[in-house]
């Protein structure tokens, strides 16, 4: 297997991810895009551990799951709250800080 | 080795859809229940790669815990259940453009630094050598993760709880 294969299939997905971040005003789907890219970062990160026959990789893949879960628990916390404040979690609307 | 691509190719090309998916539906719940294949693909992945408890651990925190948060969610914003066409918004020429760029520039970058870098994945890297370096070099970022974690858990609690 070329290394290269993994690393380009963690570029598209992260590239969707970016895409997915950019264009959703959905807040919740927005969380999903950026599970996409640590996902992407994942990949690499085994890839590459299984190349240079070295644990580290999997190991901060481990830690990069870690905080994709902690972020996912206090992102979705942000979530519901501005959706019991402003009964909308369109992206857009959450604009009080706009001058 | 040609199973191994076959199987990579499936998976990938699963994935690339499912991600694909993920950020056109028009369909909150539906895009979740993509992302659980991507996540899938992922793993699966993992073990064509011969990493073993990257695997697991995707499965079980991935697909397990941060999937189900994802429909706590969606159930607690009350999403639409159906259709909803306003879920994008009116830049999505611009983001298109942005991410084709990166993907360009990642492509170029990735094609001509490991041109045909062949990977061995034929020994498994166990179970065992994960947690011996998890707990030798890697103890100290082991314990600031774990301390990380319980200050997420205590804050998601403190913003979500009602008073």
Redesign the interface.
């Known amino acids: 297997?070329?290394?290269?294969?993994?690393?380009?299939?963690a570029?598209?997905?992260?590239?969707?991810?970016?895409?997915?971040v950019?264009?959703?005003?959905?807040?919740?789907?927005v969380?999903?895009?950026i599970?996409?890219m640590l996902?992407a970062v994942?990949?690499n990160l085994?890839?590459f551990?299984?190349?240079r026959?070295n644990?580290?990789?999997?190991?901060f893949?481990?830690?990069v799951?870690?905080?994709?879960?902690?972020?996912?628990?206090?992102g979705?916390?942000?979530?519901?709250?501005i959706?019991?404040n402003r009964a909308s979690?369109?992206?857009?609307d959450a604009d009080l800080m706009k001058g | 080795m040609v199973a191994q691509n076959v199987v990579f190719g499936i998976l990938a090309a699963v994935m690339v859809i499912s991600a694909w998916k993920v950020v056109t539906t028009k369909n909150v719940v539906r895009a979740v229940l993509y992302l659980v294949v991507v996540l899938a693909g992922a793993g699966a992945q993992y073990l064509l790669l011969a990493q073993e408890f990257i695997f697991v651990v995707q499965v079980i925190v991935y697909i397990g815990a941060i999937v189900v948060l994802f429909l706590f969610g969606t159930m607690l914003t009350r999403a639409p259940i159906g259709r909803d066409v306003r879920l994008d918004n009116d830049q999505r020429w611009l983001a298109a453009l942005t991410s084709l760029f990166l993907l360009g520039v990642l492509i170029a970058v990735l094609s001509n630094a490991f041109g045909d870098t062949h990977v061995n994945a034929t020994s498994v890297q166990r179970t065992a050598d994960v947690a011996n370096s998890m707990f030798g070099p890697y103890l100290v970022p082991f314990e600031v993760v774990s301390v990380l974690l319980l200050a997420a858990l205590v804050g998601a609690i403190a913003i979500a709880r009602r008073d």
Do not use: K, P, W
């Open positions: 297997m070329l290394l290269n294969q993994f690393l380009f299939l570029a598209v997905l992260f590239c969707i991810g970016v895409y997915g950019l264009a959703r005003r959905n807040a919740v789907l969380l999903a895009s599970e996409l996902n994942n990949i085994v890839a551990g299984a190349y026959h644990i580290a990789g999997q190991v893949a481990l830690f799951i870690t905080i994709a879960a902690a972020e996912v628990g206090v979705l916390a942000i979530v519901v709250l959706f019991r979690i369109a992206l857009d």
